[in-house]
């Protein structure tokens, strides 16, 4: 007996359509299912290729820091030798002050300023006089009291102060802004 023998002929019609449903059903889902495989595999590439790029560019970032890191170290350095050189000259600028005004103070130095020739010859106010005991040749001085030599001394440490840390502000700026 066969198939078509024990289905009315009605129904020989509808489990027809319904085996060919059934067939192009599993056909159709087979070429999903290797669709969805390719398609997979072309998502897992470009996931894999998504990922080396965003690696290179992490490496990339890491290196630039490492380089800009660097070049920071590179002048904070020359900078801290440079403040350095500029503290030991102000230091040394100090210590020499403070033995001037300590040589004036105790009157073993003096400080004596030239007299114009026209004032010494009568049309000043300012007296010429020199040391007892001791001949001077040259052009004419006079003695500053010390208390005007110590102001006088006071003046220049300041003045020497400003044009060291003039100088170490000058070479911190061309040293911050020089391109490197």
């Given at each position: 007996m066969r198939l078509g023998e024990l289905i009315p002929a009605p129904y020989r019609l509808l489990v027809s359509v319904l085996l060919l449903a059934i067939?192009?059903?599993?056909?159709?889902?087979?070429?999903?299912?290797?669709?969805?495989?390719?398609?997979?595999?072309?998502?897992?590439?470009?996931?894999?290729?998504?990922?080396?790029?965003?690696?290179?560019?992490?490496?990339?970032?890491?290196?630039?820091?490492?380089?800009?890191?660097?070049?920071?170290?590179?002048?904070?350095?020359?900078?801290?030798?440079?403040?350095?050189?500029?503290?030991?000259?102000l230091s040394d600028v100090q210590r020499d002050q403070g033995r001037l005004r300590d040589r004036l103070a105790t009157a073993d130095l003096r400080l004596s300023v030239l007299l114009d020739a026209a004032t010494v010859a009568g049309k000043g106010s300012v007296s010429a006089t020199t040391a007892t005991g001791g001949v001077v040749y040259g052009p004419t001085r006079a003695e500053l009291d010390s208390a005007h030599a110590q102001r006088i001394i006071g003046v220049t440490d300041d003045g020497d102060r400003g044009l060291i840390a003039l100088a170490a502000c000058q070479a911190y700026a061309k040293e911050v802004s020089a391109p490197k």
């Open positions: 067939l192009a059903g599993g056909s159709a889902a087979t070429v999903w299912q290797i669709q969805d495989w390719r398609y997979g595999k072309q998502l897992a590439e470009q996931a894999r290729l998504h990922t080396e790029t965003l690696n290179q560019l992490a490496l990339a970032s890491a290196a630039q820091q490492r380089v800009e890191q660097d070049k920071r170290l590179a002048i904070e350095q020359r900078l801290a030798a440079s403040e350095q050189t500029h503290y030991r000259a």
